[in-house]
């Protein structure tokens, strides 16, 4: 038995996901013409308060066309030091839309609205222009940590005053949502655009949905095509979206039990030196002088647990719908004879 901890999009389609797939309507998604996938589009879109959606292969697409079309080259999008655009998309916000970073250090990825208006450029021709804000809902690299409503409200107001746009990296948001307890209407309204990454806890095999409004989808439709996003018979993939949404979402209560029952194992150990503060479903802990983080991978890996480095001393695990509690189990047994 193999247990993969290394992230929540190691996850295989169940038996019911595979079965939508198979007898999923599908089109060309290029001509606007898949049914299934208009369907997850629109789904989306009237549960986030949004007019349209538009489905993408994955989260850095939808999250690189967001820029692009709220951007133009040389403005600066303003986010947290931590957040997924700036550290695991390749350097898109440069390459694909000639866009700098403001780099703000928040309380684990959250960054506060005192922050970002300190942060606005002056309008003066020698500054970049501040046209951007972007917010991770949960921030993968801060432990899975999570935006509230509340947090959001006054950026949301700070950037309609300010006339900014607002982003919101949603690639884990259900996982926040059910911890909240808030709606996806009242989310939905704060932001100009929204990601919704469907291959992580929802555990479909692959894609994410760009959320905005119709003029908004529209050139973000253009920017797909010249990412080479253009898709053919894709209802197959959001056949699995649909699936996902009406069947794996409560279920995420699931992941985040465990991750924090692994989190309490974690603490007592010797050769572990801290570990962060499990909000949902990621642990991210550090490994002190007893043990290095070749060695401990590989104490893991020969007990069939997979997981992986996240800095010289430091581990993620992430749980997930395959993770079951036999595995907690068996990670359990293993943590505790290194």
Known sequence: MIIDLRSDTVTKPTKGMLEAMFSAPVGDDVFNEDPTVIKLEEKLAAMFSHEAGLFCP???????????VHTRPGDEVICDVNS???NYEGGGIARNSGVQAKLLTGDRGRISVKQIEDSINADYDWLTRTSLVELENTVNKAGGSYYTAAMVEPITKLCKDK??????????????????????????????????????????PAGSV?????????EA???RKTFGGGMRQVGILAAAGLYALEHNIERLKDDHARAKKIEQMLK???????VMPVDTNVLIFDLNSKINTESFIKKLSENHIKVVAFGKHTIRMVTHLDFTEDMLNGVEKCLKSI
């Open 210 to 218: 760009l959320l905005g409004s119709k003029d908004f989808i529209k």
């Open 58 to 68: 994955s989260g850095t697409m939808t999250n690189q066309i967001a820029i692009s």
């Open 163 to 204: 006339k900014l746009k607002l982003h919101l990296d949603g690639a884990r948001l259900f996982n926040a949502l059910v911890e909240t307890k808030e709606s996806t209407q009242q989310t939905g309204k704060q932001f100009d655009s929204i990601s919704i990454c469907l291959s992580k806890g929802l555990g479909t």
């Open 84 to 86: 997924h655009i700036y």
């Open 221 to 223: 439709r253009r920017v």
């Open 268 to 274: 007592p150990l010797a050769y572990i030196d801290g």
